[in-house]
């Protein structure tokens, strides 16, 4: 068993982290100047290539905009400035991940701190990938702020010291049921930061928030990606309950906050096929199921007692 | 291919080709997922009509997202209060401390959420509805699958993706371009219809019909499987009977005879630990190790029991769920006769020291019963004027001893806990201290009054285990693969048709996506098409797109396409056709 820790490296790790929340910070800063001065130029440059590059919907409303002043130099290089920082801060958090797993000789996402980290860095990820091919960098600001949140209440609130684990979590499921569920809330957070922008937007006011429409497409493509991986990481829970507790499912307070999810992202899913709830409404039970998402990865293991034993929180 | 279906296929398409192209798209979607749900009640139709009305109410998508509610609603206090299926003592102590809202909360089921009447009121609802959905949706889709697709609409440049240029395109190769794309395709006078994704309405069903049948084999292992719980020290045994467990849950149709016939021993067990530093005393790994027999006349083989790695014997599975301290004891009564000698499980009362308590209850001893409340100090340290245990691991283990005298109950006919004592006939023997002097391993403590004496004699170890029969497993796990596999067809595939008129050496081509949300990725293979169409080699995924990128954006892009858009410029991307 490793019991030994690389405390030199996982001290790396931990300065690491901190260093991430910085940048993302940082990256949030731009991004913001650039949603708030760069944008007619943004606006033109991306409605172009989602014309050219996707064939997506044209924004009509945001089209009036398209002639006002051209935007400051400066406010156009903030935008892919931000970018470049997103990206630098991605390989921070990567390293601070990889740092600390290598340090603990395991899988690093084994309580709630490195777990929360990995979500963040999962988010992120989803982000800058679906960035690669689609006009997203509106919600740039957003998920970077979103990410330095998590991070810093990780590194605030639920930092543990390296170290290995319980008994329970020396299993490869770790590497395939966390692994997916990391996935997944990644994804659900970048629809989430989307469905309450969508909220906040109101259709047929200039803003410098992007159309209702594409923070809607933004946050269905996110879903659909993500739901049929949370299913796996749900069904992979299973498996792993069934090795280690002698059940596939037996109704742990977690099982069941996964389990009330799951129907609540597939019941906006339906909502969303069903006339009179598209929109608004679909919208809201997304983030319906995202308050789920949250309960169950921070209320559930602070508020009910069961059989997980990564949430593993200092108290 | 039957005429009325034809009929509405024609009615669609007629639709499909009025100017708001997109509303009426969502419109059909509409029709197809809403069926008649929306129709006025049924006046005076008699009880035929009314089940009618049910079943159609019941069976609409309306309801089924209603019930997907209720399901995730009525699952919640699951989570909230403490459940007899998962923790029966906990539901105990909730009755102890709140005894009038516990009695509530009992009359609505809410310390039996998942087998309580109104949970499954709602499943079995929600999969009536799913069913009554799903089949007919089976069927209409398996004729769909041997239909060929509808005839090409009269003005192509109408459709949410149209295309028109000049060239030598014949119908025949049109047909063989697409083919080669893998569309379905007919030829008709002068058009060519293609069709595609129909997988997606396959997994979509397959989803559905995979979530029946995980159903069906939880209930299935519910009803022919059995749990059991067993507590065995180091050196005991346990054979796999009915009367050998702890606490054991059978389904209605489990008998005793079909128990498999198996038996072991516990040889030893070995738990390891942190031995310094901040996580000083977190448990590392336990090993068990059993000697176990299949059945009756096989021979022993060796076993090593871990978490997360139980134990398989034709398909029962044994799992080490929990461990703890198990000191040995002699106790001599007053007569000099030995009336106890063996181990007593204890429980730990702290898990990072594993200080633990246990009960001893000699209901033989004379001339008076005994009692014993032991604490057990798995590594002692003392501390002032008490003992303290400060690691969980037995390197310096002692017990405390509070012995007691008198009558212990047991003749009242009331069932009794083995952890704890019954002091209301007991009294304490000699005077009782908070923080006893402790005994070391062979040291002998003697009773006051002449009762007696008792021996540490050592220390043993015990695990808890947990004993499964569940002949849903690999069926529930079946149907939750095909589910996973059927949700990623349908949301990942769409259905789309596409169209080809050639004319007077004049081509027109339109396109039509009828999933939701995947317009943008269409706008990219429909461009693709026309560029193949147009007989140039298709140059990757930007390759028609460029096309578009020379049109201007204006306001005009937004509404709606011209009918006669100017050929080679209509932009792929420029008509919406997602919502
Ligand atoms: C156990 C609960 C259920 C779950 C988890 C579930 C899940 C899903 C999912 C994930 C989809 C794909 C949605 C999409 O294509 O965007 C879907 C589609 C669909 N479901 Fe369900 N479903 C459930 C129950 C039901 C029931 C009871 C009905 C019938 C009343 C139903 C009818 C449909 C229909 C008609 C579609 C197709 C929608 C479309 O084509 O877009 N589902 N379901």
Redesign the interface.
């Known amino acids: ?1 490793p ?1 030994e ?1 690389n405390e030199s490296l996982a001290t790396l790790s931990d300065q690491l982290i901190l260093v991430t929340v910085l940048l993302y910070l940082g990256a949030m800063i731009c991004f913001a100047l650039d949603l708030a001065f760069g944008r007619a130029r943004t606006v033109v440059a991306e ?2 290539r ?11 409303e945001e ?2 905009e398209d002639a006002g002043p051209q935007p400051a130099a400066w406010a156009v290089r903030a935008g892919s400035f931000a970018v470049v920082l997103t990206w630098i801060a991605w390989a921070g958090n990567l390293a601070g991940i990889l740092t600390r797993g290598i340090a603990v000789d395991r899988w690093p996402w084994a309580n709630m701190y490195e777990f929360v980290v990995a979500i963040c860095f999962a988010a992120v990820t989803a982000f800058l990938a679906l960035l690669i091919r689609q006009p997203i960098r509106f919600l740039g600001a957003f998920v970077t702020v979103t990410a330095a949140l998590g991070l810093g209440f990780a590194v605030l609130f639920l930092h543990v ?1 390296a ?2 684990v ?3 979590l ?2 490869y ?1 770790i590497a395939i049921h966390v692994t997916a569920a990391i996935v997944a809330s990644g994804l659900f957070i970048l629809a989430g930061v989307c469905a309450i922008l969508y909220l906040i937007r109101r259709d047929g006011r200039p803003s410098v928030l992007p159309s209702r429409e594409s923070l809607e ?1 933004v946050a ?2 996110a879903i ?1 990606i993500s ?2 991986i949370w ?2 990481a749900v ?1 992979a829970g ?3 309950a ?12 977690k099982e ?2 996964a ?2 999810t799951w ?2 992202y ?2 906006y899913l ?10 608004k409404a679909a919208m809201i039970v997304s983030l319906v199921a995202f308050g ?1 998402l949250l309960f169950n990865l921070v209320g ?1 293991n602070i508020f ?1 007692s069961g059989l997980h034993s990564y949430a593993d929180v200092p108290n | 291919m039957s005429a009325p279906d034809d009929l509405a296929s024609a009615e669609r398409d007629e639709a499909v080709r009025d100017e708001a192209v997109r509303d009426e798209a969502a419109a059909i979607e509409d029709a197809r997922q809403e069926g008649t749900q929306e129709r006025a009640r049924p006046v005076g139709l008699g009880p035929a009509g009314w089940m009618r009305w049910t079943w159609r109410t019941l069976t609409s998508m309306r309801t089924a997202l209603i019930l997907l509610f209720l399901f995730a609603l009525g699952s919640v206090p699951g989570s909230i209060y403490p459940q007899r299926g998962v923790d029966p003592s906990r539901v105990a102590q909730y009755f102890k401390d709140n005894p009038a809202q516990a009695k509530w909360l009992d009359r609505f089921w809410l310390f039996d959420v998942f087998s309580s009447p109104w949970f499954a009121a709602i499943y079995l609802l929600l999969f009536i509805s799913l069913a009554g959905c799903v089949f007919p949706r089976a069927l209409t889709h398996l004729k769909e699958i041997r239909r060929r697709p509808p005839a090409a609409p009269r003005n192509l440049l109408r459709l949410p993706h149209s295309e028109a240029f000049e060239g030598g395109l014949t119908l025949a190769q049109a047909a063989a371009a697409l083919r080669r794309r893998r569309f379905r395709v007919v030829t008709g006078d002068g058009w060519v219809s293609a069709e595609k994704g129909y997988l997606r309405e396959t997994g979509n069903l397959l989803f559905h019909i995979a979530l029946l049948a995980l159903l069906f084999a939880i209930g299935a292992g519910g009803l022919f499987g059995y749990r059991g719980n067993v507590l065995v020290v180091e050196g005991d045994g346990f054979s796999n009977a009915v009367a050998a467990y702890d606490r054991f849950m059978p389904g209605s149709r489990v008998t005793a005879e079909s128990l498999e016939p198996f038996s072991f021993t516990l040889k030893d067990f070995q738990a390891s630990y942190v031995a310094a530093g901040e996580k000083q005393g977190q448990p590392l790994d336990y090993l068990a190790k059993l000697s176990v027999q299949d059945s009756p006349t096989a021979a022993p083989r060796d076993v090593d029991l871990k978490v997360n790695d139980p134990m398989d014997v034709n398909g029962t599975l044994t799992y080490l769920i929990g461990h703890g301290y198990a000191p040995t004891f002699r106790v001599t009564d007053g007569k000099g006769q030995v009336a106890y000698d063996g181990p007593v499980p204890c429980l730990a009362d702290d898990q990072a020291t594993y200080t633990s308590e246990c009960v001893i209850k000699v209901p033989d001893a004379q001339p008076t019963q005994l009692g014993f409340l032991v604490r057990f100090l798995p590594t002692t340290v003392p501390n002032g004027n008490a003992w303290v245990s400060v690691f969980p691991g037995a390197a310096n283990p002692t017990v405390q001893v509070f012995p007691f005298g008198g009558d212990l109950g047991l003749k009242s006919g009331q069932p009794q806990s083995v952890y704890q004592l019954d002091t209301t006939n007991l009294k304490p023997l000699g005077t009782m201290s908070a923080q006893p002097t402790p005994l070391n391993v062979g040291e002998t403590k003697e009773l006051a009054d002449g009762a007696g004496k008792i021996q540490f004699t050592g220390v043993k170890e015990w695990i808890s285990l947990q004993i499964t029969y569940d002949p849903g497993r690999e069926p529930a796990l079946l149907a939750a693969a095909a589910a996973v596999i059927g949700l990623v067809l349908s949301l990942t595939i769409r259905r789309r048709r596409v169209w080809v008129r050639v004319k007077d050496g004049k081509v027109t081509v339109g396109g039509l996506t009828r999933t939701e949300g995947g317009g943008a990725a269409f706008a990219e293979e429909f461009a693709q098409i026309v560029t193949a169409l147009r007989g140039e080699p298709p140059t990757g995924d930007s390759a028609g797109a460029d096309q578009g990128g020379g049109e201007p954006d204006g306001p005009a892009r937004a509404g709606h396409v011209a009918p006669d858009a100017p050929t080679g410029n209509a932009a792929p991307g420029a008509r919406p056709d997602e919502e």
């Open positions: 068993m019991a820790v409605r172009r989602q014309l050219v590059g996707a064939g997506g919907p044209a924004l009509p089209t009036a010291q170290g290995p319980m008994p329970a020396h299993s499921w497409r269905h493509r659909v739901f049929p299913t796996f069904i299973a498996l792993w069934d090795r280690a507790w002698g059940r596939y499912w037996g109704w742990d307070p069941v906050w389990f009330v129907v609540v597939a019941a339906h909502a969303r096929a069903t006339a009179g709830w598209r929109g789920c559930v009910f």
